[in-house]
């Protein structure tokens, strides 16, 4: 949920709940506010009808509550005495002006006691009081307009000023999203005075110093640890061979070593491909220039050609569309080698390859596993889907050089063969 | 002829040595800057095998004065680095070759009796041994005078063969040589042993009077019948 929807989600529950609560005590209030208006009414009703009641003493004897709102009773004394000014609500069966028939309509009452001429009264009056369930309608209305008028404000209200003021925000985020490490030059910027987004930008920018530090470290070590095992290498390599050279050797000795020199060789290959990787990802190729890859790839099916006709494999070329390419003419090389290598060795009997250049396209598919492989994994490093066959660097190098110039490389199985596609344009 | 092999790393340059000496060459060594730079310049050496990363200075520097001398074309760097950078510097600075470490000693053999051929040209366009002659310039084999046909490959495979002659050349070696960076998938199958093959056919179908004898698996050996 974004942070603008969640700010509403809190504001308008808590909205709610305020304007709840503060229309029960407007209520309340307004009701008890309405009665001792009413209650002054009728203690003004009161002073007038007993006012009238001397001059007119017919008033005495009005007993029911018909077109007057007040009824006079006589009582004894010791009842008028203990009477004391009481106001309650109840009911009376009345016609209002807004009734078709005369219906139960809620009433204010004052019933008091006085004494005229020596007898005693008992005096009620009435008032007749605002429908409570009426203005409970009335009210809810109003509430619910004063909440709906609210929330409108706040929407308006968060979408203008809170989307302005996260605006440098959102574009650090996309900024950070964009961020390459070993690749992106700038580190993200937030454009504000705002403390809290410049103390972000400050802490995220330590961690990311951090990082790029680590993985320029990382870079170099493996860049210096193959280099510091060249060394090492020739010299065990070469006294391999000179040990193979020895006369007094048994034939079983011999094979022992060859066994050894022939690991060697394997080791040698490896960390030849691991300081080529490092030396990619440290941008050391640089010399670009204008690369025929149609050229490319028919010197490599040249260099390759003695390899596939021994192993069977038909290679074969369609479509072949001139492009020239701005890049480092070995990492095209490479590129092209690689793939078709990949191409070759990783068949089955008798298998082919057929490779196209289309629209800037290098399209390489070939027979071989049945089944698919793991397009999520085959870039990797390591990465190997046979056994015995190199040590899985071949593909990563191919990304490394694609990554590195901004081509697109992809895997996927399509009729039963395997299609690695690179696209030299980049947009 | 008198070769120097300006080498820091002492198990490295006694290799060297003894692979050397094996081709009866006369082989001297030095470990450091100045030890290299006193003999470069008291000497003459048919060829100096250079390594760049010394004690006390680079060995940039030492080509640099012996360019400088007029002394630079017989120089072979070895190197750790393999750096165009470097490469392009040492061979601006006239060295006849670059060969990054690790190497195989057959390869240097190569690359030495190379230089050395273009260093005493004089009538040496061809390799001989017994009734073979092999002609670098118009990439042709002639047994008893008589031209045999060969293909790019084989050719590359029995001059490198005669450049080693007696020696055990290593299928790796071989195959790196021959097929450069492609051949890293050859272990994999008997192709060298197939391409072998071929080729000792046509030797033996020419009557030469030399023999690739296979050694357990490892790699072959060039002698003479």
Same mark, same amino acid.
């Given at each position: 949920?974004?942070?603008?929807?969640?700010?509403?989600?809190?504001?308008?529950?808590?909205?709610?709940?305020? #304007?709840?609560?503060? /229309?029960?005590?407007? %209520? +309340?209030?307004?009701?008890?506010?309405?009665?001792?208006?009413?209650?002054?009414?009728?203690?003004?009703?009161?002073? +007038?009808?007993?006012?009238?009641?001397?001059?007119?003493?017919?008033?005495?004897?009005?007993?029911?509550?018909?077109?007057?709102?007040? *009824?006079?009773?006589?009582? /004894?004394?010791?009842?008028?005495?203990?009477?004391?000014?009481?106001? @309650?609500?109840?009911?009376? %069966?009345?016609?209002?002006?807004?009734?078709?028939?005369?219906?139960?309509?809620?009433?204010?009452?004052?019933?008091?006691?006085?004494?005229?001429?020596?007898?005693? $009264?008992?005096?009620?009056?009435?008032?007749?009081?605002?429908?409570?369930?009426?203005?409970?309608?009335?009210?809810?209305?109003?509430?619910?307009?004063? %909440?709906?008028?609210?929330?409108?404000? #706040?929407?308006?209200?968060?979408?203008?000023?809170?989307?302005?003021?996260?605006?440098?925000? $959102?574009?650090?985020?996309?900024?950070?999203?964009? $961020?390459? +490490?070993?690749?992106?030059?700038?580190?993200?910027?937030?454009?504000?005075?705002?403390?809290?987004?410049?103390?972000?930008?400050?802490?995220?920018?330590?961690?990311?110093?951090?990082?790029?530090? *680590?993985?320029?470290?990382?870079?170099?070590?493996?860049?210096?640890?193959?280099?510091?095992?060249? *060394?090492?290498?020739?010299?065990?390599?070469?006294?391999?061979?000179?040990?193979?050279?020895?006369? /007094?050797?048994?034939?079983?000795?011999?094979?022992?070593?060859?066994?050894?020199?022939?690991?060697?060789?394997?080791?040698?290959?490896?960390?030849? *491909?691991?300081?080529?990787?490092?030396?990619?990802?440290?941008?050391?190729?640089?010399?670009?220039?204008?690369?025929?890859?149609?050229?490319?790839?028919?010197?490599?099916?040249?260099?390759?050609?003695?390899?596939?006709?021994?192993?069977?494999?038909?290679?074969?070329?369609?479509?072949?569309?001139?492009?020239?390419?701005?890049?480092?003419?070995?990492?095209?090389?490479?590129?092209?080698?690689?793939?078709?290598?990949?191409?070759?060795?990783?068949?089955?009997?008798?298998?082919?390859?057929?490779?196209?250049?289309?629209?800037?396209?290098?399209?390489?598919?070939?027979?071989?596993?049945?089944?698919?492989?793991?397009?999520?994994?085959?870039?990797?490093?390591?990465?190997?889907?046979?056994?015995?066959?190199?040590?899985?660097?071949?593909?990563?190098?191919?990304?490394?050089?694609?990554?590195?110039?901004?081509?697109?490389?992809?895997?996927?199985?399509?009729?039963?063969?395997?299609? @690695?596609?690179?696209?030299?344009?980049?947009? | 002829?008198?070769?120097?092999?300006?080498?820091?790393?002492?198990? =490295?340059?006694?290799?060297?040595?003894?692979?050397?000496?094996?081709?009866?060459?006369?082989?001297?060594?030095?470990?450091?800057?100045?030890?290299?730079?006193?003999?470069?310049?008291?000497?003459?050496?048919?060829?100096?095998?250079?390594?760049?990363?010394?004690?006390?200075?680079?060995?940039?520097?030492?080509?640099?004065?012996?360019?400088?001398?007029?002394?630079?074309?017989?120089?072979?760097?070895?190197?750790?680095?393999?750096?165009?950078?470097?490469?392009?510097?040492? =061979?601006?600075?006239?060295?006849?070759?670059?060969?990054?470490?690790?190497?195989?000693?057959?390869?240097?053999?190569?690359?030495?009796?190379?230089?050395?051929?273009?260093?005493?040209?004089?009538?040496?366009?061809?390799?001989? =041994?017994?009734?073979?002659?092999?002609?670098?310039?118009?990439?042709?084999?002639?047994?008893?005078?008589?031209?045999?046909?060969?293909?790019?490959?084989?050719?590359?495979? =029995?001059?490198?063969?005669?450049?080693?002659?007696?020696?055990?050349?290593?299928?790796?070696?071989?195959?790196?040589?021959?097929?450069?960076?492609?051949?890293?998938?050859?272990?994999?199958?008997?192709?060298?042993?197939?391409?072998?093959?071929?080729?000792?056919?046509?030797?033996?179908?020419?009557?030469?009077?030399?023999?690739?004898?296979?050694?357990?698996?490892?790699?072959?050996?060039?002698?003479?019948?």
């Amino acid at each position: 949920m974004k942070l603008l929807n969640q700010s509403l989600k809190y504001l308008s529950l808590s909205i709610l709940m305020i #304007v709840t609560i503060w /229309s029960v005590i407007f %209520y +309340l209030n307004m009701l008890s506010e309405i009665k001792s208006s009413i209650d002054e009414g009728l203690e003004n009703y009161k002073r +007038l009808i007993i006012l009238n009641a001397a001059e007119d003493s017919t008033i005495l004897t009005k007993k029911y509550f018909d077109e007057s709102f007040f *009824t006079i009773q006589e009582i /004894s004394r010791e009842q008028a005495l203990s009477t004391k000014d009481r106001y @309650f609500d109840t009911e009376l %069966y009345m016609q209002d002006a807004d009734d078709q028939a005369p219906e139960v309509e809620p009433v204010r009452m004052l019933t008091t006691a006085f004494e005229m001429n020596g007898s005693y $009264y008992e005096l009620k009056v009435a008032n007749s009081m605002v429908e409570e369930d009426d203005l409970i309608q009335e009210l809810l209305w109003d509430v619910v307009w004063l %909440y709906v008028v609210l929330i409108l404000g #706040v929407v308006i209200i968060n979408n203008i000023v809170l989307r302005s003021l996260w605006k440098p925000f $959102y574009d650090f985020l996309q900024q950070l999203k964009n $961020y390459r +490490l070993g690749r992106s030059k700038q580190f993200p910027e937030v454009r504000t005075q705002t403390r809290e987004f410049v103390d972000l930008q400050e802490a995220v920018n330590t961690l990311l110093k951090r990082s790029v530090a *680590t993985f320029e470290q990382q870079k170099e070590f493996i860049g210096n640890a193959s280099h510091e095992l060249q *060394t090492p290498l020739a010299v065990v390599s070469n006294k391999l061979e000179l040990m193979l050279e020895e006369e /007094s050797l048994s034939a079983s000795q011999l094979e022992n070593i060859a066994e050894i020199f022939q690991t060697i060789q394997q080791l040698v290959r490896l960390n030849k *491909t691991l300081l080529l990787l490092s030396k990619i990802d440290n941008k050391q190729f640089l010399e670009n220039e204008s690369v025929a890859i149609h050229e490319v790839i028919s010197v490599n099916i040249e260099k390759l050609i003695d390899f596939s006709t021994f192993i069977n494999i038909a290679v074969s070329s369609s479509e072949m569309e001139p492009i020239a390419v701005q890049m480092d003419f070995s990492l095209a090389n490479i590129v092209v080698a690689n793939l078709l290598k990949n191409a070759i060795f990783h068949n089955h009997e008798k298998g082919n390859v057929n490779i196209s250049l289309k629209a800037g396209v290098l399209s390489i598919a070939n027979t071989g596993n049945p089944n698919p492989l793991d397009v999520e994994k085959i870039f990797q490093r390591f990465q190997k889907f046979d056994s015995n066959k190199g040590a899985g660097l071949g593909l990563a190098i191919v990304k490394a050089i694609c990554e590195l110039y901004g081509f697109e490389v992809s895997y996927r199985f399509e009729n039963g063969l395997h299609l @690695f596609e690179v696209n030299f344009n980049t947009n | 002829m008198k070769i120097l092999v300006i080498e820091d790393e002492v198990l =490295l340059q006694q290799s060297i040595k003894e692979s050397l000496e094996k081709e009866s060459f006369l082989v001297e060594t030095a470990s450091d800057f100045y030890a290299a730079m006193d003999k470069v310049f008291v000497y003459d050496y048919d060829c100096i095998l250079l390594d760049i990363m010394l004690p006390n200075g680079s060995g940039l520097d030492i080509l640099n004065e012996l360019k400088e001398a007029g002394k630079s074309e017989n120089v072979i760097i070895i190197s750790a680095k393999d750096s165009l950078d470097d490469r392009v510097k040492g =061979l601006e600075l006239g060295a006849d070759d670059y060969l990054t470490k690790p190497f195989h000693l057959a390869e240097l053999n190569a690359r030495v009796k190379a230089v050395l051929r273009r260093k005493h040209l004089q009538g040496n366009r061809a390799i001989s =041994l017994a009734n073979l002659e092999l002609d670098f310039e118009d990439r042709t084999l002639l047994v008893d005078g008589k031209a045999v046909s060969l293909n790019r490959k084989e050719f590359d495979i =029995l001059n490198y063969f005669l450049l080693n002659k007696n020696r055990l050349v290593n299928k790796t070696a071989l195959a790196e040589h021959v097929w450069g960076d492609n051949s890293d998938q050859a272990d994999n199958f008997d192709f060298v042993y197939y391409q072998i093959k071929n080729l000792r056919k046509k030797l033996q179908e020419c009557g030469a009077h030399v023999e690739i004898e296979s050694v357990y698996g490892v790699g072959y050996k060039l002698v003479q019948k």
